[in-house]
């Protein structure tokens, strides 16, 4: 099995690191080659650097661990297979040099930097140890024996969960512990521990209820001092909570529906984190892990995209502008190819459906998510289909220039694509099963394409990446050619494109979230209007790497678009006002908030925490305390100190942990494909699709950052992997560097090139 990640190292450094591996598993032995090779010049020109490893076979589910503050620290973990031990080689100058420091452990998971302080290491051994490094790998120190789950909080805190009895296997009879000064002390927070995730400044633990498998969400806001039970519906074992996003303000949870339905509730929060309101039903989330279509558009604040499953079965595309105020479908693009007689009929069926994780999963011809970038203000770049059969089947690329409330069909057929210049520059390549020659690129978002032949000698593609942060003029396209034994890397650079810097000129001023002119409240939305300067669609310039989106923010004033429903109501499908919800009514709303009863006096809303809106429309809302004693937390902390928590479990209860894990995975495998599992149908338009949904059994997925027990795989954001199984290990690499020179915009791109426009 052959592998190829590339990472790039620091920020604007053009330092790009690739690794290429080839393993052998055979029972318990491993056999491997890697190489390791290191360009200066953004992968124009590459030089072999695998001497510097000792050729040191490198792990590939470890990859390459990039410290996050730019600061040029690399991690790669290597496999000793004379000493069956694990060695580290650890470079502080960006790849350059490498020193080799033995482990006294075989670890399971890639280090994990503290982000306060990249110096410091975290990481878990095979057997469930968690080990710490404060001279960047030098020497390391066991922190805690059978951890099952931890995170880097802020201000150097750890936060784990752990079993006294060794097991992980038991959910809901964990610890969840927290040590401020790297392992020397800790303190128990929370006990019945199920799962927990940081998200924000909040911190969300799942906890079981007492003898029956229900299990109830609590927060905290302190670090976890303090603990509060949210109010969410509880779920039992066949159920789960996701947390979906959070920052510092709020938090969107999904609460599964019982039964095998696939779809729950979205959830969202107060600014403490405790009373939640229904934001979205029928949320499609099929399995505990990835199959969600919750995407944040980071390219325009507050603008969330997911997918609902209809009655009638259709999957549809949903997006909130407000965020989860309000939920609405995507529109049908003017340039759609939605038959007549649908769009008049039924005009629902010519919707446009965007394809995110839900869609690969189910093997659909889609080879992107959905992409958006802070620095490309309202650009979003997603699959997606309208209306009829074949559409699904393909999906076209569409582009978004306000951040989803307009869409405009781009390209014809899946393609890979990626942003450059911080929008001024777009750039796709077809996906084919057929090798590819050319590159497609756009300086006006989308509108219109041209075409470059960066080869004569085709080549079969697998990836496509650019520098982190959709500032970079170069994009790298790797792939092979009939020769299997040799990855080949073509690095594009489209500076000689945008030769010229962008002036005052070429911008021009665009108010987000706009709608109507002529009111007086256009481009209100969370509490002010927001004006960024945006370059002009026929300007070709080079905005350049110290481009900073700059916005002008004007304060409105409140109206009920500033607030969401209140704790205890909801907006009802294709409604506006906030209503009871049904299992609310004829009950006082009341909550239990630090340990005093709390009596809600409200009209149905609440402002949406993080909007700015000043004077105004003021619904009335009262919070009374009764002045009654309540129990506010299932919790039970107690201090531990260094002496009472090391416990190490016999070596006979851990080869017990993983015979049962190994009994267990096999009892899922039989069910899953022997006996059919579950099955779920949905549709897309008038296309049926059968879903083998995995069974949720009881696992949170509060986050998808944690690092569990087991051989977890952690991607670091500048590490991305394409992975080729049969291909055979690179005994060369390859490299060139294309378009040195691509000749007049309109024209003259070369042979076989050309420009088209859409519309």
Same mark, same amino acid.
């Given at each position: &099995? ?25 029972? &318990? =032995?491993? @056999? ?20 510097? =490893? ?18 040029? #620290? ?16 650890? *470079? ?16 399971? =998971? ?65 610890? $969840? ?16 521990? @199920? *799962? @927990? ?28 001092? !303090? ?25 969107? &949870? ?14 969202? *929060? ?68 939605? !038959? ?81 210049? *911080?929008?001024?520059? $777009? ?12 590159? #497609? ?134 409604? $506006? ?6 299992? &609310? #009514? ?93 099955? $779920? ?79």
């Amino acid at each position: &099995m052959g592998s190829l990640s590339l990472a790039w190292v620091g920020d604007g450094t053009g330092v790009l690191l690739v690794l290429t591996t080839f393993q052998v598993p055979m029972f &318990m =032995i491993r @056999f491997g080659q890697s190489n390791l090779y290191r360009s200066e010049d953004y992968g124009k020109t590459f030089q072999d650097v695998t001497h510097l =490893i000792n050729h040191t076979f490198v792990q590939t589910e470890f990859g390459i661990a990039i410290s996050p503050d730019h600061s040029g #620290k690399v991690v790669l973990t290597g496999d000793v297979s004379e000493t069956g031990g694990s060695r580290l080689f650890r *470079s502080q100058d960006f790849g350059r040099s490498f020193v080799p420091s033995e482990l006294p452990f075989e670890p399971v =998971i890639q280090m994990l930097y503290n982000p306060g302080d990249c110096s410091v290491l975290l990481t878990l051994s095979v057997k469930s140890d968690l080990w710490l490094s404060e001279d960047f790998g030098a020497t390391w120190r066991k922190v805690h024996d059978s951890v099952c789950l931890f995170r880097w909080g802020p201000r150097n805190s750890i936060y784990f969960t752990t079993n006294t009895n060794g097991s992980c296997n038991e959910k809901g009879m964990l610890e $969840l512990r927290r040590t401020l000064d790297y392992g020397k002390s800790y303190q128990t927070i929370a006990t019945r521990v @199920f *799962s @927990f995730v940081l998200g924000g400044r909040f911190v969300f633990a799942s906890i079981m209820t007492g003898t029956s498998t229900e299990r109830m969400i609590h927060v905290s806001v302190d670090g976890g001092d !303090e603990w509060n039970m949210a109010q969410l519906p509880t779920v039992n074992h066949e159920q789960f909570y996701s947390i979906l996003a959070a920052n510092q303000d709020m938090v969107f &949870m999904h609460v599964d529906d019982p039964g095998d339905s696939g779809v729950g509730t979205i959830y969202v *929060s107060d600014d403490r984190g405790t009373l939640f309101s229904k934001s979205l039903e029928r949320h499609l989330y099929t399995t505990t892990g990835s199959d969600t279509d919750f995407t944040n558009i980071t390219s325009l604040r507050g603008v969330y995209m997911t997918s609902v499953l209809t009655e009638e079965g259709t999957v549809e595309t949903v997006v909130t502008f407000d965020q989860g105020g309000k939920w609405q479908p995507l529109q049908q693009p003017q340039d759609s190819r939605c !038959e007549t007689a649908t769009s008049t009929k039924r005009p629902d069926l010519c919707r446009l459906h965007i394809h995110a994780s839900y869609s690969v999963t189910m093997k659909m011809n889609v080879p992107m998510l959905p992409l958006a970038q802070p620095n490309a203000v309202g650009l979003v770049l997603a699959h997606g289909s309208v209306g009829d059969q074949a559409s699904v089947l393909s999906p076209d690329v569409y582009v978004s220039d306000d951040g989803g409330y307009s869409w405009l069909r781009a390209l014809q057929g899946p393609h890979h694509y990626a942003v450059l210049d *911080s929008g001024g520059l $777009l750039v796709a390549v077809a996906h084919t099963s057929s090798p590819v020659h050319q590159i #497609k690129f756009s300086t006006d978002e989308g509108q219109c394409w041209h075409v470059f032949n960066f080869t004569s000698d085709p080549l079969h593609f697998s990836g496509m990446d650019s520098e982190p942060g959709s500032r970079s003029m170069n994009v790298s396209l790797w792939g092979y050619r009939n020769d299997f034994s040799k990855w080949v890397v073509v690095t594009i650079d489209f500076r000689q494109l945008l030769s010229r810097d962008c002036v005052e000129g070429d911008y021009v001023q665009w108010l987000a979230h706009s709608a109507d002119p002529s009111n007086p409240t256009d481009g209100c939305m969370l509490g002010y209007k927001e004006r960024f300067l945006r370059l002009r669609k026929d300007s070709v310039c080079w905005n350049g790497r110290d481009y900073v989106v700059g916005s002008q923010p004007t304060p409105c004033p409140c109206t009920l678009e500033d607030y969401q429903c209140d704790f205890g109501y909801h907006r009802p499908e294709n409604g $506006l006002e906030c209503v009871e919800q049904e299992e &609310m #009514k004829g009950h006082p709303l009341q909550f239990c908030l630090n340990g005093t009863t709390e009596q809600l006096q409200t009209s149905g809303y609440r402002k949406i925490p993080g909007d700015r809106c000043e004077g105004g429309a003021q619904p009335k809302r009262k919070e009374i305390d009764l002045g009654k004693m309540c129990t506010s937390s299932a919790l039970h902390p107690k201090p531990l100190m260094e002496d009472d928590v090391i416990n190490p479990a016999p070596i006979i209860v851990a080869v017990l942990a993983v015979l049962l894990m190994s009994a267990v995975a096999g009892v899922l495998f039989v069910k899953k494909y022997v006996c059919g599992g579950r099955f $779920l149908v949905h549709r897309y338009s008038v296309l049926r699709q059968h879903v083998e949904a995995n069974g949720i059994e009881g696992v949170d997925d509060l986050d998808t950052h944690g690092m569990e027990t087991g051989p977890t795989h952690y991607h670091d954001d500048s590490d991305e992997n394409a992975t080729a199984d049969d291909f055979h290990i690179p005994r060369q690499f390859h490299w060139r560097l294309q378009l040195k020179r691509v000749g007049k915009l309109f024209g003259e791109l070369g042979d076989g090139g050309g420009v088209y426009c859409v519309g």
